[in-house]
């Protein structure tokens, strides 16, 4: 949209690559039916409720013309139990994104729940990883990460292990009727992808939420009030990690599911 | 969207007032055919094939706690002829707007077709106005307005009688199916405003279009030039204005139209 | 500088003149003793030891050629007691501003000690009215005004009356030697500016520090920490003004004092 | 400065290095005596009139407490002749930085022309390499490299010889004094950095400038058209670098020559 300029023109130096990302990511687990008020039905959270906040510096990203941009995504460990299928991953609560480009996009093409903020390149002083990210001038999160390691082989071989098959990134894709009154589209969708690891390290991490007024984010205040203030039972390690990813894998495009 | 934190909580402070927006209008004639190519069915190009080119500086924005955003709209003078209605007024082209909350809205919300740029704060040096647009470090747009006058009462009153009936802003509403490929909304719409004009002036004014490539500009660069190769035929008289505007109007609000 | 490139060279458009100015200001008095602590002899502390910080929203600047910037300034209310002239005013304790170009130019020319923050543009809703500041990501000031109506006669003749002669807008120069390691120059100096104001409203008025660490913001933590432990006796009347400002005044040029 | 809340504490993670450099390197020959006119005695051209124009996407850097920030160089090759010491090396024509605090730093310590622009990280498609530079919404730089290649074994012994002893970064110390009128400081310097290369590709570059006017740019706007105005007589091998940089070499600091 606008479609009456007709599709955007294919470039064949495009695909689904960006060839260079830097993520940060922090997980912690949290109180079951805390967590479980912001997962529709008939999404359900998996048998530990765990949180995980990603921040992912995307750079030489194909289908941007190698620009780039930077995300903070918040999703839930859970389960999607449909009539006709069962898929166990991660259900994107929120992901904040400082372009509108691929926000538009994810928020249409494959239902991803993203919205702006200002989000600060990660800086990395004395080995300690640090970003940000805030709306209208207002912090709302912080995300540390120091005691970086490499992991252990046996570390890597259980990652593998525990992601086999539940590494499906899942969305609900819900547009009002025009006006904004009543629905429109109203979809379970996944949008897999395909992740290279060129290096990660192990460490412990952290997140730390600011409780906003209307007057200070009218648009998300109370997205960033209900994830401050679910339980923080225990931090899971922390993981730093460079690679490319790709979000055009050709027998697993993003779709529906029911 | 996201949806599952509930709808976005209402404050009593909010309404649909842009209270404080300063604009810059100019015009111009083009080609029937050349503009005809953009409208979508049921749209025609209205009897005089008019390209208003307008700007605006948001502020005191009551949905935004009184923040603001600046606009640059891109409209086609055209009527709907519906089976059910017949519209005179404006076809929005595009819209490129520098905040990505009210890009979101009034995309899923209004169908408006609008897209992110950096776009300039208008500067005003000797009694010239300007302003620029642009993304991904290339400006693809300027704006300028001089030789500004006060309008005459008869420009005032032919201004109000031609516009009577006739400034309804319309849009295509387009969401393609998950993944992309297919449709999964297609609806014509209205969003009427109500507009309070404190003061304006009437000048010479005109735009310049900068082409672009796929490199400079992936995902609008076809937009900017399928704009920039509208032949102008003459510019209209330039508007400059300052007051407030209502986007939403109880008996009028956006709706679809058929 | 560079200088090589010769003078900048001058516009005729180019004046002192910043011709559309929206200013906050509030203004608490301090503990004598900890608002001396930052005053470099022979300057001291005003009879009353008043901390003023004014938001400005400059618009229309001509030797901008008509582009704007935003500023946060902290004044003390001060008296140099130089060797050949007496001076009542208001030293700049610092002035933060969201645009390089001035702040080269005031640092250089007049020896006023600006630095670069993020400064949100104000907002406007329900009659309040905000800005705050921040750097890296991390906001330092919230800065609040509400309850406006219009001042009385005998307030406009009492701060007219209160202000003649003690309106001495003043700086330290300080330069370091090449290297960063001694100094290189050294003086005190005044820039008077004519200020016009078309509107003003008085209200109440209050800003809101956060302490921050060397890790948020490594080149400003020791001086916005300084201005948040100034202890606040009480918060005077806060004012809001549009008007103009010439920072060009031919009789009264930026100046060393001694 | 300001200097009246002390020196700017020192961290102990703090130091000269900027651990995460990228860099794309375009050089051309020009003519000597179209360089000479910019070079204040008693700077000379080099033997070869050779302009370097340099951006660097600086990441890590500890005095930035792991922050980053984007620089754009131009560089004449020179020899400095002073009354006791020859040196030869590159004197800075100017350099934008896309952050306030290395800008102020530079000029003030180093006497570095720093200015700010809006600077693009680059972007890297199908094996292009891109950066661009703007002011007040206008580009007024594009830095192009492609076909890039490991360097040779000769190249790099090559490369080491022809500038060993001629490395020296110089610049020009101007500051005028209060007022703007005449001069408080004027000093030849040298800012010596030590360099660490990790990874360097050699390509074909190139850069290509646009004219501005005052209305554009104000303050800029006659050194960006002075480049422009620079004949290129040949392009010069391109090189994409990534490694480190330490601003602080303990035996070869920042000082004035003569």
């Known amino acids: 949209m ?8 294919f470039s064949p130096k495009s695909s689904g690559w960006y060839r260079d990302v830097t993520s940060m990511t922090v997980a912690f687990v949290t109180e079951r039916e805390a967590l479980a008020a ?20 995307n750079r ?38 400082d372009l509108a480009d691929p926000i538009l996009t994810g928020r249409e093409m494959q239902g991803i729940p993203k919205v702006y903020a200002d989000i600060t390149e990660h800086s990395v002083i004395d080995g300690h990883w640090h970003t940000s990210a805030g709306h209208f001038g207002h912090k709302f999160l912080d995300v540390n990460i120091t005691n970086l390691r490499e992991p252990t082989p046996e570390e890597v071989v259980g990652n593998a292990r525990a992601r086999k098959g539940k590494d499906n990134p899942m969305a609900w894709r819900y547009m009002p009727a025009v006006g904004g009154f009543g629905q429109a589209l109203n979809d379970a969708t996944t949008y897999p992808s395909e992740n290279v690891i060129d290096e990660a390290w192990v460490g412990e991490g952290s997140a730390a939420w600011q409780h906003l007024t209307w007057e200070q984010n009218p648009t998300q205040f109370h997205i960033v009030n209900a994830l401050a203030d679910l339980p923080v039972l225990s931090w899971l390690p922390a993981t730093v990690a460079r690679g490319s990813t790709n979000l055009v894998v050709l027998d697993r495009l993003p779709r529906r599911i029911s």
Chains 1, 2, 3, 4 share one sequence.
Request: a negative charge; aromatic letters at 14%; glycine letters at 8%.
């Open 2 to 9: 606008p479609a009456h300029f007709g599709p955007r023109p």
């Open 38 to 57: 912001y997962l529709p039905a008939p999404y359900r959270v998996a048998d530990i409720p765990v949180v995980t906040i990603t921040y992912a510096c």
């Open 60 to 97: 030489q990203v194909d289908w941007l013309a190698g620009h780039g941009y930077n995300l903070v995504a918040v999703n839930a460990a859970a389960v999607f139990e449909g009539e006709d299928e069962t898929l166990e991953g991660n259900f994107t609560l929120i992901m904040w994104e």
